[in-house]
């Protein structure tokens, strides 16, 4: 997740640029103990004016308060004085200076090192009293009374809700606290308590008990509440927040409310996203505060994070606030304009009014809850499709950075939740199965648990049936019955015993006699010389293979094979294993191999093989595209030192230079040789289609890893389906994009563009 190497040498450069007087963090260090550490860690000539400037700041003017160390995973080094260990995060401590980390820099045992900066509560205007209770237009916007009528025993019991906050009173007369707990990672653990009024005022939108007689009503009052205090006098730390949260998810929290932000950095990030993680792994939903920030420029973290559903704020008039954070960080919006909720008591009144993206976030936490509440499997990302489905658009058609997705709504929300899903049942080769009458074909996330979600048995002649899976990769366990946790349209594969798989003769070895056939790679199946068989061209014999050893495949330069395959019984066109030996119907991309190999845009590496997990190179590439755009005549040169006119993608690569779909590597080359990675596939397909604006932030986990000149293509190419994530969301930016990946977005793309 981190990049070791840069972040230890920051946090080296940042600790010598202390330790010899740059910027000390105390008026004087003393001069034999610095001059200890510095022998100890044998700075000799490792220092320079360059980077000591880009870490010298002044800690007057910074907002931070100390330094928060995260250790190597294999650390297994004594703990200086100085350190503090922040709870329910492994291997993090805080430092009051740097100079008290020395000792781990120097031998090798941090992984990071990072300001402990400011995170504040974002309540905007703050409370005002009220003498009485006033009406709470947010439950009539929201249509919280139809959904209580219309689904009743919709309140959030057996749902666990987490409230990152400043702590809440333990008094209140309109709160139950019979399901309240909690902790603080400040003030030695008491979280009774709240000077600022603001964690007791979110909690009382999601908790406060209904129709008592009193008050205010909480929207899901039937769910137990987790205080996690971390924020006293309006803010508190980077890590007093991130113990807060480790604390709520070890809790076993089903939401997570963080009413709280700070300015996007990289460090913030990169401090964040372990905890962040955590929740998310362990099927939190994760609501945050957007923020107040006039204008589009600020992003508050962690509302800007991959996994986390950012909120903004609504006026009573149901438009969005122009108070309100509007950037990509915003995901959903909702009533967050002079609300009424529970007061500190302080002023000596129960109850206040008050505005910020704060109290908008609570409320979407509190419909977390019903949707929790009726599928206690559907996670961060499952509920915010849930919102783009039930939400209203208040602003562009569809995403918005000043609405995210819309305008939510309760009921809308719960209607969504019940409307009947289809289930579709299918065979590997893509034949659909008929349901017979008694089979399931529908289901409701809103569990109706008088129905049998259990999935059918079917019986298959001369076959053994084998389980559903909800991939047709077929992996994982299979399926007995619906699973939680599904918001779409859902699709069933089964599988074919493999058994029942007759594998294609090998082509035999050709005679001495035999001319041999050419390879991909430039030789000859044969041996060049009389013994051994099938040895390499530079070889006299020994073995088996018949390819020389030139590790740089060119299969485009081959043929398109011309036999034509038998289609499937269902005429869908699948090629069958006889094709390309290494390519079955139960492969994944084997519909991909199909589609490219049938529209001539690649081609087999030999010896009836496709080759599906050898890496696609920049040359390749480029010469399926220009094979799509119908391989136009282009001005001759391509402008690259390393693109020789003889080589096969030499027209493809001056034909992408002239129309500015690829640029080279730099200094004049191309590198048409190079296997091209992940991201760099998506920017080419990007620029071959025109290279619009995507409308949605990218959302993979590891989206920071993604390159800046590649952020946009990829963002797009997601939008579109073209491409898609790993196991766990990671999109893998570097890694490199196999012949069977891009088959399958070469697919997508051409459908997509249709």
């Not at 594969?493 to 029942?500: A, D, H, I, K, V």
């Not at 296997?675 to 071959?688: H, M, N, P, S, W």
């Amino acid at each position: 997740m981190y990049r070791r190497e840069f972040v230890k040498f920051t946090a080296f450069a940042l600790a010598l640029t202390f330790a010899l007087g740059l910027a000390p963090l105390r008026s004087q260090a003393d001069d034999g103990e610095d001059g200890t550490r510095r022998e100890d860690c044998d700075f000799g000539e490792s220092y320079n004016d360059e980077f000591s400037e880009e870490c010298e700041f002044d800690e007057d003017e910074a907002e931070f308060i100390g330094y928060i160390v995260k250790l190597t995973d294999d650390s297994d080094a004594d703990i200086p004085d100085g350190l503090t260990p922040i709870p329910y995060n492994e291997g993090m401590y805080v430092a009051d200076t740097v100079l008290d980390v020395l000792p781990l820099i120097c031998g090798g045992e941090v992984e990071f090192i990072a300001e402990n900066a400011v995170i504040e509560l974002l309540g905007g205007e703050g409370f005002f009293p009220l003498t009485e209770q006033e009406g709470q237009w947010q439950l009539d916007f929201l249509n919280i009374d139809d959904v209580w009528m219309d689904y009743p025993g919709s309140d959030g019991s057996g749902v666990k809700i987490a409230v990152v906050d400043s702590g809440l009173i333990h008094n209140h007369e309109d709160l139950d606290y019979s399901g309240i707990s909690g902790w603080s990672s400040i003030n030695s653990g008491v979280w009774d308590t709240d000077s600022t009024g603001h964690g007791t005022f979110v909690t009382g939108l999601i908790k406060a008990i209904p129709d008592n007689g009193i008050g205010i009503k909480g929207i899901a009052s039937g769910a137990d509440i987790i205080e996690a205090r971390c924020m006293s006098d309006g803010e508190g730390t980077v890590a007093d927040v991130l113990a807060a949260i480790g604390y709520v998810v070890e809790s076993g929290a089903d939401v997570i409310n963080m009413s709280v932000g700070g300015n996007e950095s990289h460090d913030l990030r990169v401090l964040l996203e372990p905890v962040i993680q955590n929740a998310r792994d362990a099927g939190a939903i994760l609501i945050a505060a957007a923020g107040n920030r006039t204008g589009g420029d600020v992003t508050l973290l962690p509302a800007g994070m991959d996994g986390v559903i950012g909120v903004g704020m609504l006026d009573t008039s149901g438009t969005v606030s122009n108070k309100s954070t509007q950037n990509s960080s915003v995901d959903i919006t909702a009533p967050g304009i002079d609300l009424v909720s529970l007061n500190n008591n302080v002023s000596g009144t129960a109850y206040a009014s008050g505005s910020g993206t704060s109290y908008a976030a609570p409320l979407i936490a509190a419909l977390a809850a019903l949707v929790r509440q009726a599928d206690n499997g559907i996670d961060s990302d499952e509920f915010l499709e849930l919102l783009k489905e039930s939400a209203e658009d208040g602003g562009d058609a569809g995403y918005d950075t000043s609405y995210g997705w819309g305008k939510a709504d309760a009921y809308k929300l719960m209607e969504t939740l019940e409307t009947p899903r289809k289930i579709t049942y299918c065979r590997q080769d893509g034949t659909i199965i008929t349901p017979q009458t008694d089979w399931i074909t529908a289901y409701t996330i809103l569990r109706d648990y008088d129905v049998d979600y259990s999935l059918p048995v079917p019986v298959f002649e001369n076959e053994d049936f084998i389980g559903w899976y909800d991939n047709a990769e077929f992996t994982g366990t299979a399926l007995t019955s619906v699973p939680t946790g599904i918001v779409g349209e859902l699709t069933l594969y089964t599988r074919t015993p493999e058994r029942l798989y007759v594998e294609s003769e090998p082509e035999p070895e050709p005679s001495a006699s035999e001319t041999p056939k050419p390879d991909n790679r430039g030789g000859s199946s044969s041996s060049s010389s009389g013994g051994g068989g099938g040895g390499s061209s530079s070889s006299g014999g020994g073995g088996g293979g018949g390819r020389t050893s030139d590790p740089s495949p060119s299969p485009e330069i081959l043929p398109v094979p011309t036999t034509e395959p038998e289609l499937t019984s269902d005429g869908s066109g699948i090629y069958e294993s006889m094709v390309f030996s290494d390519v079955s119907s139960s492969d994944w991309f084997s519909e991909d191999v199909n589609f490219v190999v049938r529209n001539g845009l690649m081609t087999g590496t030999g010896d009836a093989k496709f080759d599906p997990n050898i890496t696609m190179t920049r040359g390749m590439l480029v010469t399926v595209l220009y094979r799509f755009a119908g391989q136009p005549s282009t001005m001759g040169g391509n402008g690259f030192s390393d693109v020789d006119g003889s080589q096969y993608y030499a027209p493809a690569v001056a034909w992408a230079a002239e129309n500015d779909i690829v640029t080279g590597i730099g200094e004049g080359l191309f590198a048409p040789n190079s296997e091209i990675t992940r991201q760099d596939l998506a920017v080419i397909l990007y620029k071959f289609g025109g290279g619009s604006a995507p409308s949605t932030p990218l959302r993979f986990d590891d989206a920071a890893d993604v390159s800046d000149y590649a952020r946009d293509a990829v963002a797009l190419c997601a939008e579109m389906g073209i491409i898609r994530g790993k196991d766990g969301n990671i999109f893998a930016p570097g890694g490199k994009a196999t012949r069977a990946e891009a088959a399958a977005m070469l697919r997508r793309f051409i459908e997509s563009t249709d």
